[in-house]
């Protein structure tokens, strides 16, 4: 959903915008174009991430395809962190396979997100390697957590459970 709205904000401005996913949806084409991943990292000045973490998301930019995307691309993790390798994330921005990375989730972030970590540093070296490099871009995972965000979940849940004790199956049962 995340990446839809994304996709219609982007072409608004006029971007062509590529999408890859294993289960296209026809009422998106109107404002993008699917394509294979390969195409996609090939063609593409900008990556952005918006899949949920599941068996087939990880690990699903590697070094491979870090050396698809052109030198001058750059990548958006808005997704899980185990999403990306990591190590070959550094090894692309170190070796300027990509120029940036802009990450709001990381492998490895729930040592380090959400704590204080001033006197005693981030013990995760890649983690700290990420951090160092002047072309990324670090956000702790909480984009998400503003007023409507919360008000919609509380709403959801609620909603949900009305469902539930009327008998009824919740729209968003997991």
């Avoid at 087939?56 to 990306?84: I, K, Q, T, W």
């Amino acid at each position: 959903r995340i990446g839809s709205i994304l996709a219609q904000l982007l072409h608004a401005l006029g971007a062509r915008v590529l999408a890859y996913d294993i289960n296209p949806q026809p009422a998106y084409e109107s404002f993008l174009t699917y394509v294979d991943k390969e195409t996609l990292l090939a063609e593409s000045d900008i990556v952005s991430l918006h899949v949920d973490l599941n068996p087939s998301s990880v690990g699903l930019l590697s070094a491979a395809d870090f050396e698809r995307m052109p030198a001058h691309a750059g990548l958006v993790n808005a997704s899980r962190g185990p999403v990306v390798n990591t190590d070959a994330l550094i090894t692309a921005l170190v070796s300027g396979e990509i120029e940036a990375a802009a990450l709001d989730t990381v492998e490895g972030e729930s040592a380090v997100f959400n704590h204080d970590l001033r006197q005693q540093g981030v013990a995760d070296q890649r983690i700290q390697q990420l951090l160092d490099l002047p072309n990324v871009i670090m956000t702790p995972h909480v984009a998400f957590y503003t007023n409507l965000a919360v008000q919609n979940m509380i709403d959801i849940a609620l909603d949900d459970v009305l469902l539930i004790i009327q008998g009824q199956p919740a729209l968003h049962e997991i």
